[in-house]
């Protein structure tokens, strides 16, 4: 049993990294699924209950990058208040509905748009929705870095 839960953890963080680039996974909290499904299997003896809760407190962390880093991009190229809630609703829904694509597109379009209604420069807009992309893309570094911060972490916590 020891190796299946062995195995189902190793597949479930490496599922989770490959979240990062392929749509419909999710990324962080399958590598948390995955430290927490070791923890519960060795009854926390391994790994203390307290490190799997800040594993937990920094997979929400990623979760809120993945929400709001487009908004932010928006925000810094100067966009309008209309452009960050279309930005931020388009992208909820079209996440909701296809994902990461959804995601980048919902968010580029909600910016656009917004700028566009607001401005009516087509060119500002353009700018603001690029910002939106920027701030995605930041975003999909900053969830990388955390998530090899989670298995740091846990694996850091399996060897001392």
């Given at each position: 049993?020891?190796?299946?839960?062995?195995i189902l953890?190793?597949?479930?963080?490496?599922?989770?990294?490959?979240?990062?680039?392929?749509?419909y996974?999710?990324?962080?909290?399958l590598?948390?699924?995955?430290?927490?499904?070791?923890s519960?299997y060795?009854?926390?003896?391994?790994?203390?209950?307290?490190t799997v809760?800040?594993?937990?407190?920094l997979?929400?962390?990623?979760?809120?990058?993945?929400l709001?880093?487009?908004?932010?991009g928006v925000?810094k190229l100067?966009g309008s208040t209309?452009?960050?809630?279309?930005?931020?609703f388009l992208?909820?829904?079209?996440l909701?509905?296809?994902?990461?694509?959804?995601l980048?597109?919902?968010?580029l379009?909600?910016a656009l748009l917004g700028?566009?209604?607001?401005?009516?420069?087509?060119?500002?807009?353009?700018?603001?929705?690029?910002g939106?992309?920027?701030?995605?893309?930041?975003?999909?570094?900053?969830?990388?870095?955390?998530?090899?911060?989670?298995v740091g972490?846990?694996?850091?916590a399996?060897?001392?």
């Amino acid at each position: 049993m020891f190796v299946l839960v062995i195995i189902l953890t190793f597949v479930l963080i490496l599922a989770g990294f490959a979240g990062l680039f392929l749509p419909y996974l999710p990324d962080a909290p399958l590598v948390f699924a995955g430290v927490l499904l070791f923890s519960i299997y060795n009854g926390f003896e391994v790994i203390h209950p307290i490190t799997v809760v800040v594993l937990g407190l920094l997979t929400l962390v990623v979760i809120i990058i993945d929400l709001f880093s487009s908004q932010l991009g928006v925000k810094k190229l100067g966009g309008s208040t209309l452009a960050l809630v279309l930005s931020f609703f388009l992208g909820l829904i079209a996440l909701i509905l296809w994902n990461i694509p959804g995601l980048i597109i919902g968010t580029l379009g909600g910016a656009l748009l917004g700028e566009f209604i607001k401005s009516g420069d087509l060119k500002q807009s353009i700018k603001v929705s690029m910002g939106s992309l920027l701030g995605f893309l930041s975003g999909l570094l900053c969830k990388g870095i955390i998530m090899i911060w989670l298995v740091g972490i846990f694996v850091g916590a399996l060897i001392f």
